[in-house]
């Protein structure tokens, strides 16, 4: 099991986020005549979203290897193999209420009071499932869980998609409560295990 170091999940996220847009934004167009806006194409042609910017690998602040898509009013993070990160940023953990990562599942944030968008998607391996924060309106704030964790999902940085879980007595640590999300809404074509886009993916400026 990794060393398991609680974080803020989401804050340094958006920051790269908007970090790397304005970098996408500063683009030269003239010459090429495009919108300097970049799209995310998937192995059949079928253009999947507008690619937002890099995130990088946590809990280190290293080289980016996984980007964010925007798609019908969400934010999705995705590893450059078409496969997702678990949780939203490569590196991320997810608390479980019960053993062998089931029950009630929580993105780890390290304290209560985080806010985070309802629009931003999570992966767990575990249940190869996609998920949005619970609750009402656009953010939620992060909780303390009601009981103690007993389980932890740490996503692995290679191979990508994939994820470990620990079995353990975690305590009531503070996380985003996870709700389950249509994939459906996003109108893509998933499969596999890890769930993946359908590869090889690539990009292109309009």
Not at 80 to 96: A, K, L, N, T, Y
Not at 103 to 132: C, E, F, K, P, W
Not at 177 to 203: C, H, M
Request: proline letters at 5%; glycine letters at 12%.
């Amino acid at each position: 099991m990794r060393n398991m170091d609680w974080k803020v999940v989401g804050t340094a996220v958006l920051a790269a986020v908007v970090v790397s847009t304005a970098i996408f934004a500063q683009s030269p167009t003239a010459s090429t005549g495009s919108s300097g806006a970049v799209v995310l194409v998937d192995g059949n042609n079928h253009e999947l979203g507008t690619v937002l910017g890099l995130t990088p690998q946590l809990p280190a602040i290293q080289t980016p290897n996984s980007f964010v898509v925007f798609r019908n009013g969400f934010f999705i993070a995705m590893q450059f193999g078409g496969r997702f990160p678990v949780g939203f940023d490569p590196g991320s953990q997810i608390f479980w209420t019960d053993a062998n990562c089931t029950g009630d599942a929580y993105l780890n944030t390290g304290g209560v009071g985080a806010v985070m968008s309802r629009r931003m998607v999570i992966y767990s391996h575990q249940t190869n499932s996609l998920y949005v924060a619970s609750g009402t309106g656009e953010n939620t704030v992060s909780v303390k869980m009601p009981q103690n964790a007993q389980s932890i999902e740490n996503g692995q940085l290679s191979p990508d998609g994939f994820s470990s879980c620990a079995n353990g007595s975690f305590g009531r640590q503070a996380g985003y409560l996870l709700t389950s999300f249509d994939a459906s809404r996003l109108g893509w074509q998933l499969s596999g295990d890890p769930l993946r886009v359908t590869a090889p993916v690539s990009f292109k400026q309009r």
